[in-house]
């Protein structure tokens, strides 16, 4: 499995931006689909964006379409989130995902790595 390390994070005013970036190690990152979603408190975690693994597709919630993107560099294992005119409906632990399979990236059950989080906070 690779291995997933969260990072950027942090305190934003609404209307700001942040871009989180995945950092990956071990198996050969291009062969993972990647993605992100988000965990507010009280609430179940929700898909946010995915990319395939050549990058050539990606995938948004409708809640981000228009402000966030998803990309990837394979040559320096990491996918990035772009996250613009921030809400603070955004506020979750962000979490990144690496998926074997290139489809059904929405659903989480389609995953099978997983950071440990990091954390956004939109203050209004």
């Known amino acids: 499995q690779v291995q997933l390390v969260e990072s950027g994070g942090g305190l934003v005013q609404a209307g700001g931006s942040l871009r989180l970036s995945c950092a990956a190690s071990?198996?050969?990152?291009?062969?993972?689909?990647m993605g992100w979603f988000r965990q507010a408190p009280g609430k179940e975690r929700d898909f946010v964006a995915a990319?395939?693994?050549?990058?050539?597709?990606?995938y948004y919630a409708d809640s981000v379409k228009g402000r966030f993107t998803i990309s990837r560099d394979n040559a320096k294992n990491t996918v990035f989130l772009q996250m613009n005119s921030l809400r603070p409906e955004d506020t979750a632990v962000y979490y990144c995902a690496g998926s074997f399979s290139n489809y059904c990236l929405t659903d989480d059950s389609s995953y099978n790595s997983w950071g440990q989080g990091t954390q956004v906070t939109v203050s209004s």
């Open positions: 071990g198996r050969t990152f291009g062969s993972y689909a």
């Open positions: 990319i395939r693994r050549n990058g050539g597709t990606t």
